[in-house]
Every structure is written in C-alpha cells, then in structure tokens.
C-alpha cells in the first residue's frame, strides 16, 4: 500500500510538471500560473468550501468505480447512474411535504436506490447471461440520459425553462446555513458529510465483512471463490447494486447539494471522473477521499487561474489528463521506483561486482 | 574451456527470503545436467539469473569461459541460452510457426511476414531431433507434450546450445516422458547442453548425467548419476532419509460415506464426460480413480464436489441424497476437495495466505462474528496450517499467495483442507509438482486422514501414486468405469491395460 501512495504522489508530480513544461511552452509563467491556480482552490474559506464542495460528487463517483473495480467489476455507467440517482431524488424531494430532517433521508434513499437500479441491470445480466459490465453499462448510461431527459419535462419541469427541472425548496437541499456560513458563503454542504461518512462505511465493508470478503474473492478469482462455495453471480449482482447506490448517491450530492435543480441534456462529467479519480487513489477508499479533493482543487481552481493570467484553463484539463496517464502506468512508475531502489541496495554491496555489460556472443561451432 | 556454463557462488535475496546463498553450478558441453531441489530451494530462481530474469546480488556467470552480465532474457538468448517454462508461454490461437518465430519473424522484402520460410525451417527442425512437430497446427489443438516440443522449436529455432528446461515432465503421461528422453539424447548428440530442473530422482538416474543438488537456497553437490542411487540424492536434496514406500495398516473399511449411483455427467462442451458412473467410498478407505488424464476424472470430482451438475444419477454422503445440492452445502455436510488446479481453482493469488486458509470457514464463527471477520483468529487458524504442514513463505501468514512457490501453495491448500477434518476427502493429484520429501509426508497424512475414519477419494495421473496409497482402485477409460481392483493384488501392467480400455474379464 505504501507503493501505492508512493506511485499516486508521483504521478501528481509528474503531471504537474508537465503542466510547468505546458505552459512555459505557450509563453505563459509556470510559477505565477500554479499559485494563482492553487490560490483558486485554497484563497480563502470560501474558495477552500468551493474546492471540497466539487470535490464531494468526485468523492462518491470515484469511490463507486472503485468498489466495483475491488470486486473485479469495470463500472463504467456511473454517469447514469448518478444522473437517475439525482432524479428520483428530485421528483420525491418535490413531490413530498417533509420537514426537512425526514426529507434529506429519503431523498438520499430514493436516490441510491434509483442508482442501484440502473447498476443492478448491467450486474444481473453479467451473472445470468456473461455480457460484459462495460459495453451494458454504457449503454445504461444512455437509456438513463434519455430517461432523465423525458422525466423532468413531464414530472417535474421548470415552468420558465424548457431546458431544467423546477428549483427544489429549501427543505429538499443539503445546503446548511451554518455550513454555507462557516465557509464564508461558499456552496459547500452537507453532501461532503454523506460523501465522508459513505467513504468510511464502504471501508469498512470492503477490509472488515465477511461480505466484503467474499464479493473480493469473487473480484479476484471466480473459480476459485465458486470452489469456495461463495455464490458468485449474487456477488456480481451485490457489488453492482452497491456500485450504483453510491453513484445515485453522488446524483443527490450534486443536483440536491451542490446544484438545486437538473439540467436536461448533459451527461455529468463527474461520472467519467471517478473512473481518474479511482486510479489515482489506489481503488482505496481513503485514496479516493484525497485523490477526489485533489481534483476538486484543480477543477476549481483553474477559473481563478483563467481570470487572473492568460493561460487557457484547457491546462488545468490538460494536467488532470496527465496524472491519469501516470497513475494509469503505474507499472513504469514502479519499475522506476525499483530500479532506483537496486542501484541504491547495489551502490551500498561494495563486493565484487560483476563485470562489464557485454554482449559478447557464443560461438556457435564448438 | 571445459564448461558451457559457469553459475559462481550465485547469491540472490528477495525481501525477507535469501533463495540462493552462494551456489554454484558448471555445465559441462553436451551433458544433461539435473538441478535437483525441493520446491523452494532456489532452482527457479537460479535459472531465472541465468535467464536473465532475475539479477544476481553477488557472484559471477561464466559463459564458455567469459564473464558476463544477463541483463534480460533477450541477453541470454543472444548468448545461446533458451529456457522451457514450467507454464508455457505460448499465444492458444497462433500456429506453431507463428508462435516459433514470434519476435524473430522472417520477412520478405523487410514488411510482409514469411511463414512459409519459417515453416520449412521448422520443419527441418523438427525432423532433425525428432520432435514429430506440425508447424501448421494450432497450438490449442495439439497435446500438451506436442505444445512443449513447440517451446523446446522454439529455443533451437533462435540457436541456443543451453536449453534449460524447467520441471518439463510434471505436465507429460507416462509414454509422453519416454518421448522427451529420447528428444533430450538426440539435443546432447548434436552438441547441445541441457540443464534439467526436476525433483523426480527417477527421471534423474534415467536421463541426466551428472546432477546438481541444492537444498534451502546452498549447493549440496554435484553428483555423477551413475554412481549414486536414488535414496543418496533423496537424502541430500531432503536432508535426511526419505521412503519411498508408504506406510500403511491394513483398511478397515466402516459403512459407506459416498455413494455414486448411475452417475452421468456433460463436460464443459456438453459431451457426455461421465457415463453411467456406479462407486462406492467407505469410511476408513482410500479410493484411488487410475486413467489417463481427460477420461473424466475432472467431471467426476466436480460432479461430487457441486461445482457441476449432474444430468442424472445420485450422490449420496453419508445415506444422504446430495445430488442437487450447492456446494457450500456440500462442503458443509463434510466434503473436503483439494483441487486439480492449485492456482485457478485452490487459491485466490491475490489474498494472504491468511485470508486463503478460511476460504470455506470465513464466514463461520470464530473466524467472523456478526458478519465481521475476526482477523485475530484468522491469523492464529493460518499459523497452526502453516506451522503443522511447514508452509514456507516470506513473510508467514500475511504473505500473498502469489509469492509461494508452487509447492508451498499446494501444502497450503493440503493444510486447508484436512484441518477442516471432511468426512470425505477429495484429492486431486494432491502431489503435483512437489518434492520426495512433501510427497512422502502428504502420503502419510492421506493415509492418516483414513485412520481417523474418514474416506478419501485420490485422483491422480501419477500411477505410482494411485498403487502406493489407494486400498482400492477404479479404473477410468473413456468416461465408464472398466473396473475395480484391490490395490494390494493388482500392478501396474493390470491397470495400465484396464486404463487403456480393456477389461478384466475380457482378458480372462
């Protein structure tokens, strides 16, 4: 694990680098450019608010990747998923008359639930019929696009725009006064509760249970968990399911925390993301927490660099692609980290040593 | 210049386990020249240096009396230094030819591959050691003795004078090893050497020459193997005397534990693999299955074990009608199995060794309470498999399983299972790929399994195996019993002739 923290902290190196190598290559100063786009994320409390508040749907989309990807499952669908998940929300947040302590919950449960539900279609036809999780759930993501799409213009449209869902009331948001206040009027809210609180409880599952135990054993090896009497289609169908909930988890974080309503047409980005966010923390949970925080702090801080400099904030995407190529190749980084290692174990063997790398060739007619 | 190789005073440390500790190896040209070694002792690793896989951390390699540095196996092969692996490493749906030359390919004028060249070449190969290889076939059609010729094409398709061949008999039937001695004599009569890694002291006195001995990482010696007899090299390759011969009481068969009625069974390409299968397993016996491997023996053990289903017949344990049943069920009602394939099916490579040995009990107190695993017990569980059956790894219980050596994770899996105590014990080539020394001792825990009034059922390719241990054997040829005999008053001629189909009565 120790490896692990040490390839992602490399990968953010590199790929900052490589963004310094970026901008001075564009005529632009790498240093004023990194400070202004960390003053961006990190200023003030508000913009420190802003920053956790992007990062809390990242925290969810990435950690909902990487259950799936510790169970041996790709859950590329989590755009749909979180798209579903923030709908169903929406429509039980505008249709019910809750106070607002009775209300946020159901919202949270209705919304997983509709994010399971689009998971559990690609897990169950992966155990009934072996269809690859990838290509049904991609497709998911498109029939949830369309599905949201029809949904909020004849459920819950916006009577003044054709384009987005009406506005949720105050007691159908987890915006908190005392939050908003803390951070000095930032949109930060109680979804980076949930956010946290889910990324501990999904720990737990996974380095604790028996289930989680089991829906890993099935991840790693099907045959021999089947060996094991552990019922492996079950297992595939649990993880999607739970894959999905923390994705429709994420919907509710951001059309009912971080946005107050859904805007038709757009398959949310923060989906795609958890799959870099996922990498780049070590499909660990807590690994997830910061690598998501990290990516918070780029993505918002990228508009102050914009504002501030000339440099197109296409860098700030382009550093974030960066680190995901790095933390993807983790394997290069690793060999580097190896070699470094032996030279240094080597250096320190002062005994004799081998000879001189030659490539001398055996004669072939002894 | 009187050696091909020169391995000096090799040391080679991995984190937390030293496999070679100052070794050293010479080989002579145009020798067959066996590493001997029990699992663990360091022979992989020792050829993998020489390979160019591994480095070493201290001493010298001397290739026909020069000095040099192997750094990657592109090295050892420019060198003349080609291995066999244990596993081959070859692409299922390619050809022969396009596997031989994958990496070297010929071209015709520098673009377009040339495999009628190569196939010719191969050819010609082929014919002069008498490999008996068909360039144009696909490697997932033929045998698996025909894919290791492939690999052994492949070395001298790429010139090499050093073949190295890594425990090439554990995957070959009994005529397929005769094929291979004979492959071995033509290589040295063309003046290559050969470097054979085994732990099978038989094939040793058959084939090698002169034979190298290490044990826990140190040379022992070199031996000329004309001179020493099997129990010398057993005893220096185990570090005391080893038997061969198992010991056992008499059985004493109690009341029937399994009960197999009419069994019939469809192999994964739904053909009928088990046709109207009848056996009986009693308590205090241990029943051997004999036949050539794919007559159905896997179908048979998944069938009892749950993990495929039966098209019609019964299963009983213990009186009890288990035919449907899934199998947690089954490894609750007391069936123990140790698998064919230790790293497919026995093992999740990627857990701990801790984490493998509750793989069926995890969920059961004290291992888990209230759904929570219990990582205390489990430890303390793991520790007593891994001290009672000597399990080596580097880092103990908390070591992955990937790290073990093979022998260690089939110990392992032994361990597992016969802790658990099952009623009816299911082995499946439990030896395979171990050394004297394990196999002697997982013999007497078989046969001490059966003491404690158990029954075992022993599936095995090795017949040797199946006579030593086994009260009684059935013989499978084709998917159908050809018959049961008393192990104590058949040989190995009558089961050999029952395995090839011909029954007994037949021949009366």
Redesign the interface.
């Known amino acids: 694990m120790n490896n692990r923290i040490v390839i992602s902290l490399c990968a953010v190196v590199f790929g900052l680098l490589a963004g310094a190598v970026l901008m001075l290559a564009t005529g632009h100063n790498a240093g004023s450019g990194y400070s202004y786009l960390f003053e961006g994320g990190l200023k003030n409390a508000e913009r420190i608010g802003n920053t956790l508040a992007t990062a809390t749907p990242l925290i969810l989309s990435g950690l909902s990747v990487a259950f799936a990807f510790r169970t041996g499952l790709f859950n590329i669908g989590v755009a749909g998923q979180l798209l579903v998940g923030g709908f169903c929300a929406s429509v039980v947040g505008l249709g019910l008359d809750l106070p607002k302590v009775l209300l946020l919950p159901v919202m949270l449960i209705v919304g997983a639930a509709g994010g399971a539900l689009w998971a559990v279609v690609p897990g169950l036809l992966k155990a009934r019929f072996n269809v690859h999780e990838v290509v049904s759930s991609i497709m998911m993501n498109w029939v949830g696009f369309w599905t949201v799409y029809y949904g909020v213009q004849s459920l819950i449209k916006n009577p003044s725009s054709e384009t987005e869902s009406k506005q949720l009331p105050e007691a159908a948001t987890l915006k908190a006064a005392w939050l908003t206040d803390l951070f000095h009027g930032s949109y930060i809210n109680l979804g980076l509760l949930v956010a946290v609180v889910i990324v501990l409880v999904i720990a737990f599952i996974i380095n604790k249970t028996t289930f989680g135990y089991e829906l890993k054993a099935v991840g790693h090896n099907r045959d021999a968990a089947e060996y094991a009497g552990i019922a492996v289609n079950r297992s595939i169908v649990y993880s999607m399911a739970i894959s999905g909930a923390i994705a429709g988890l994420g919907g509710v974080v951001m059309y009912a925390g971080n946005a107050s309503n859904i805007q038709i047409g757009i398959l949310p980005s923060q989906g795609f993301d958890g799959i870099a966010v996922s990498l780049l923390g070590a499909n660990n949970p807590f690994g997830v927490l910061l690598s998501a925080i990290f990516f918070g702090l780029l993505y918002s801080g990228r508009g102050f660099m914009n504002a501030m400099t000339d440099i197109p904030p296409e860098i700030a995407d382009s550093i974030i692609a960066i680190i995901i190529y790095f933390s993807a190749t983790s394997i290069l980084i690793e060999r580097l980290l190896r070699r470094f290692k032996r030279r240094r174990a080597n250096a320190k063997i002062a005994a004799v040593q081998e000879g001189k790398v030659k490539k001398s060739y055996v004669d072939n007619d002894r | 210049m009187d050696y091909?190789v020169e391995m000096l005073n090799i040391r080679k440390e991995f984190t937390g386990i030293v496999a070679n500790d100052d070794i050293t190896l010479r080989l002579k040209?145009g020798e067959i020249h066996a590493l001997l070694g029990e699992n663990g002792a360091g022979k992989s690793t020792l050829m993998s240096i020489l390979f160019g896989m591994y480095?070493?951390?201290?001493?010298?390699?001397k290739?026909?009396g020069?000095?040099?540095?192997i750094?990657n196996p592109n090295?050892a092969n420019?060198?003349?230094i080609g291995m066999v692996h244990q596993h081959f490493k070859l692409v299922e749906n390619f050809t022969v030819t396009e596997n031989i030359i994958m990496g070297s390919e010929t071209r015709k004028w520098g673009v377009v591959l040339d495999v009628k060249r190569a196939g010719k070449k191969i050819e010609e190969l082929s014919k002069r050691y008498g490999l008996n290889v068909d360039p144009y076939a696909k490697i997932e059609e033929i045998s698996v003795g025909m894919q290791q010729r492939v690999e052994i094409l492949k070395m001298l398709y790429r010139?090499a004078?050093v073949l190295i061949l890594d425990e090439p008999t554990g995957v070959l039937t009994p005529q397929e090893i005769q094929d291979l001695g004979k492959i071995m004599k033509n290589l040295i009569a063309e003046?290559k050497s050969i470097i054979l890694i085994t732990h099978k002291l038989k094939e040793i006195k058959e084939f090698a020459d002169r034979c190298t001995v290490i044990r826990r990482g140190k040379t022992i010696g070199t031996v000329e193997v004309a001179d020493t007899s099997e129990a010398q090299m057993a005893e220096m390759m185990v570090g005391r005397q080893v038997s061969f011969k198992v010991h056992k009481t008499e059985s004493k068969p109690g009341d029937v534990v399994l009960k197999l009625e009419s069994l019939n069974v469809k192999s994964s390409r739904k053909a009928l693999a088990l046709h109207d299968f009848s056996l009986e397993v009693r308590a205090g016996e241990i029943v051997g299955i004999a036949g050539v491997d794919g007559n159905g023996q896997s179908d048979l053990v998944e069938a009892v074990?749950?993990?495929r289903k039966a098209e019609s017949g019964k299963i009983y344990l213990n009186g009890k009608d288990i035919t449907g049943i899934?199998?947690?069920?089954?490894?609750e009602s007391g069936i123990g199995?140790i698998?064919e394939d230790r790293q497919?099916?026995?093992?999740?490579?990627?857990?701990t060794l801790a984490?493998n040995m509750v793989?069926?009990v995890?969920?059961k107190p004290p291992f888990?309470r209230g759904?929570?695993?219990q990582n205390q017990a489990i430890r303390k569980y793991a520790d007593e498999i891994i001290k009672s059956f000597d399990v080596r790894s580097g880092e103990g219980a908390v070591s992955s399983a990937r790290s073990l050596s093979g022998g260690n994770q089939q110990k392992a899996i032994i361990g597992r299972e016969i802790e658990r105590n099952p009623v009816l014990l299911v082995a499946v080539q439990p030896t395979r790929g171990l050394d004297v020394g394990s196999i002697e001792y997982i013999h007497r825990r078989l046969v001490e399994h059966r003491d404690k009034g158990n029954a075992v059922l022993l599936v095995s390719l090795e017949l040797d195996e199946v006579l030593n241990v086994s009260d009684r054997i059935a013989v499978l040829n084709n998917g159908e019993l050809v018959g049961e005999v008393r192990a104590a008053e058949t040989n190995e001629n009558e089961i050999g002739l029952m395995m090839a189909g011909v029954r007994k009565e037949a021949r009366a």
């Open positions: 091909v040209p480095q070493a951390d201290r001493g010298a390699i290739i026909n020069k000095e040099v540095r750094s090295v420019e060198l003349g010139k004078d003046g074990t749950g993990l899934p199998v947690r069920d089954r490894i199995h698998p497919r099916r026995g093992l999740v490579l990627d857990y984490e793989l069926e995890y969920h888990s759904g929570i695993l």
